[in-house]
């Protein structure tokens, strides 16, 4: 059963850092993209960063590009996004998202908030 969860969110002021985890069970983790995607209040869930299998092909989308780092560890089957330089419209719940044969698989989210 693939199952995708979340970690590492919670409350930092503008300026801060902090460092997400997905945790992958249930699949070859190694063999699929994975994605990032976040929710903020009344807003749809956007795209944020993808990752390639091998972790060598990384995209951000523009408001993030330079102060997150998306990356992945295919032995431990973890994803990651390092977040600086926070600002408060970072503000939302991040998912991890990843699709295997045709099916969407997301994990419970995790709160980030970036506020003083």
């Known amino acids: 059963q693939v199952q995708l969860v979340e970690s590492g969110g919670g409350l930092v002021q503008p300026g801060g850092s902090l460092r997400l985890s997905c945790a992958a069970f249930?699949?070859?983790?190694?063999?699929?993209?994975m994605r990032w995607y976040r929710q903020a209040p009344g807003k749809e869930r956007e795209l944020v960063a993808g990752?390639?299998?091998?972790?060598?092909?990384?995209n951000y989308i523009l408001s993030v590009k330079g102060r997150f780092t998306i990356s992945r560890d295919n032995v431990k089957n973890t994803m990651y996004l390092q977040m600086n330089s926070l600002k408060p419209e970072d503000t939302a719940v991040y998912y991890c998202?990843?699709?295997?044969?045709?099916?969407?698989?997301w994990g419970q989210g995790t709160q980030v908030t970036v506020s003083l």
């Open positions: 998202h990843t699709s295997i044969d045709g099916s969407t698989y």
């Open positions: 249930g699949f070859t983790f190694s063999r699929y993209f």
């Open positions: 990752i390639n299998t091998s972790g060598g092909i990384t």
